[in-house]
T-cell receptor, first 118, second 116 residues
């Protein structure tokens, strides 16, 4: 069973540019969440999508946006990149509709996209 | 504001020893507490999780202890092995039956090194 796939794995951008990251969830998973991981702040929630709708959003500026397609694949975009946006961006998928802790509704992470802003 | 506080930041344990990582939270709405393990170059992977209706959960060498009144929970790794060397994150999420676990509140992580 294929896991969560994120592309690209590594990328380097310069300040002011924009970047788009892609995430393919596990087959059958309809929820996709995005997290930013940095040494200083740890894992910070960006947003969550389900059925092409953003259901939850973390405390990040509007430069961070995302979307989900009808096949559950998701993209996130960061515009006007800043040095502080350098991070590992993680995508996670889960199945919908199961109670917490049931074992069926587990958040599964991809390996991440490592963004370096110069 | 960090909703889940984790300690220690780093931990060095000898092979065969016990590794203990502690977490504390304030939000009483949290009702699911997973632990994730992350190796370099990989995303976090679910290790073990607990709900507050039990005080302890054991899976192999990994045990979660949960103290609801103190709003604290901890991960114990028995007979620690060099292969356990990784970063461990505790997390919590609020009660919301029927919804996903999309939003987790993570601790800052503990880097565990197990010496052979």
């Amino acid at each position: 069973k294929a896991g969560v796939t994120q592309t690209p794995r590594y990328l380097i951008k310069t300040r002011g540019q924009q970047v788009t990251l892609s995430c393919s969830p596990i087959s059958g998973h309809r929820s996709v969440s995005w997290y930013q991981q940095t040494p200083g702040q740890g894992l910070q929630f960006l947003f969550e999508y389900f059925s092409e709708t953003q259901r939850n959003k973390g405390n990040f500026p509007g430069r961070f946006s995302g979307r989900q397609f009808s096949n559950s694949r998701s993209e996130m975009n960061v515009s006007t990149l800043e040095l502080g946006d350098s991070a590992l961006y993680l995508c996670a998928s889960s199945r919908e509709g199961q109670p917490h802790g049931s074992g069926a509704n587990v958040l599964t992470f991809g390996a991440g996209s490592r963004l370096t802003v110069l | 504001q960090q909703q889940v506080k984790q300690s220690p930041q780093s931990l060095i344990v000898q092979k065969g020893g016990i590794s203990i990582i502690n977490c504390a939270y304030e939000n009483t709405a949290f009702d699911y507490f997973p632990w994730y393990q992350q190796f370099p170059g990989k995303g976090p992977a679910l290790l073990i999780a607990i709900r507050p209706d039990v005080s302890e959960k054991k899976e192999g060498r990994f045990t979660i202890s949960f103290n609801k009144s103190a709003k604290q929970f901890s991960l114990h790794i028995m007979d620690s092995q060099p292969g356990d060397s990784a970063t461990y994150f505790c997390a919590a999420t609020p009660a919301d039956r029927g919804s996903t676990l999309g939003r987790l509140y993570f601790g800052r992580g503990t880097q565990l090194t197990v010496w052979p």
